[in-house]
């Protein structure tokens, strides 16, 4: 699993990843908000231990509190995921997110659960997905009501007054990291000049979009951008809008009956192939 946001990458946890596990478990910022010791080791073994939990975790389940990663320096910062949690005898999946002290107020935990929160509600399909903080920990509390959870109630976690948070499925229409938010979709004619567009392609396309994103440049000059190797980029809420936007385009339709295309191919930003549609 690798999630990619503007600037972070999230991915589940790997063997090597044993050094990350140790700076977390001693960093202050990580641990402010934790049962105290909860995360430290005796050594390194012990770490591989609780690593390969974790892994098990993901292969199972699919769940786990992923490893954050700076984009560009592949700097560790912290971690951030889903998982179960036993709310007054009922089993509920939990948001969380902790971050190394060096890099709190950048608006990384709220980037990472955008994605983490997307993952859950689309990828998984879990209908309910809960959050909370304790009433002193003001930053995470501002962070979910940002995501769009509703406050429940109060309720006592580790002994302590937590403020309990819920999102749902239903929300996702009016979530901002829902498909609510636009994003930039590759259209791809299937055939051009009777020569077949391949989807590596597409793929080096999309890669070279996100390079221009990254340097800040305009990705898209109103809503599409040139038309290299028979595409147009169009920027919608969900696929099927943008499919709707590049069929009216004067090159798509052109395209296509000049060329007798019948079929559009269609990816994502993160060089996902979701499927095709008739032209």
């Given at each position: 699993?690798?999630?990619?946001?503007k600037?972070?990458?999230?991915?589940?946890?790997r063997?090597t990843?044993?050094?990350?596990?140790?700076?977390?478990?001693k960093?202050?910022?990580?641990?402010?908000?934790?049962?105290?010791?909860?995360?430290?080791?005796?050594?390194?073994?012990?770490?591989?231990?609780?690593?390969?939990?974790?892994i098990?975790?993901?292969?199972?389940k699919?769940?786990?509190?992923?490893?954050?990663?700076?984009?560009?320096?592949?700097?560790?910062?912290?971690t951030?995921g889903?998982?179960?949690?036993?709310?007054?005898?009922?089993?509920?999946?939990?948001?969380?997110?902790?971050?190394?002290?060096?890099?709190?107020?950048?608006?990384?935990?709220?980037?990472?659960?955008?994605?983490?929160?997307?993952?859950?509600?689309?990828?998984?399909?879990i209908?309910?997905?809960?959050?909370f903080?304790?009433?002193?920990?003001t930053?995470?509390?501002?962070?979910?009501?940002?995501?769009?959870?509703?406050?429940?109630?109060?309720?006592?976690?580790?002994?302590?007054?937590?403020?309990?948070?819920?999102?749902?499925?239903?929300?996702?229409?009016?979530?901002?990291?829902?498909?609510?938010?636009?994003?930039?979709?590759?259209?791809?004619l299937?055939?051009?000049?009777?020569?077949?567009?391949?989807?590596?392609?597409?793929?080096?396309?999309?890669?070279?979009?996100?390079?221009?994103?990254?340097?800040?440049?305009?990705?898209?000059?109103?809503?599409?951008?040139?038309?290299?190797?028979?595409?147009?980029?169009?920027r919608?809420?969900?696929?099927e809008?943008?499919?709707?936007?590049?069929?009216?385009?004067?090159?798509?339709?052109?395209?296509?009956?000049?060329?007798?295309?019948?079929?559009?191919?269609?990816?994502?930003?993160?060089?996902?192939?979701?499927?095709?549609?008739?032209a």
């Amino acid at each position: 699993m690798k999630l990619e946001t503007k600037r972070l990458i999230i991915r589940e946890w790997r063997e090597t990843d044993v050094d990350h596990y140790l700076t977390s478990s001693k960093d202050v910022g990580y641990n402010v908000f934790s049962i105290p010791g909860q995360f430290l080791v005796i050594d390194k073994n012990e770490a591989i231990k609780i690593i390969k939990q974790r892994i098990l975790r993901f292969e199972q389940k699919g769940l786990g509190k992923f490893l954050v990663f700076l984009k560009g320096s592949e700097q560790f910062i912290g971690t951030c995921g889903l998982d179960y949690y036993n709310l007054d005898g009922r089993q509920e999946m939990e948001l969380g997110y902790r971050l190394l002290l060096n890099h709190w107020g950048k608006g990384y935990a709220t980037e990472a659960a955008e994605a983490i929160l997307n993952y859950g509600l689309v990828n998984l399909k879990i209908p309910r997905i809960i959050a909370f903080a304790i009433p002193q920990n003001t930053q995470s509390l501002k962070i979910i009501e940002k995501l769009g959870f509703r406050f429940l109630n109060e309720f006592e976690h580790a002994g302590l007054l937590h403020k309990l948070f819920e999102v749902t499925s239903e929300d996702l229409s009016t979530l901002n990291y829902s498909n609510n938010r636009e994003n930039n979709f590759v259209i791809s004619l299937a055939k051009i000049s009777g020569i077949e567009t391949t989807f590596e392609t597409i793929k080096r396309h999309v890669e070279h979009l996100r390079m221009l994103d990254q340097k800040g440049q305009l990705v898209l000059a109103g809503p599409f951008t040139d038309h290299p190797s028979g595409m147009v980029v169009v920027r919608a809420r969900n696929k099927e809008e943008a499919m709707a936007i590049a069929k009216s385009d004067p090159f798509v339709s052109e395209g296509a009956r000049s060329f007798e295309i019948r079929t559009l191919q269609i990816a994502d930003e993160q060089n996902n192939y979701l499927g095709e549609t008739k032209a």
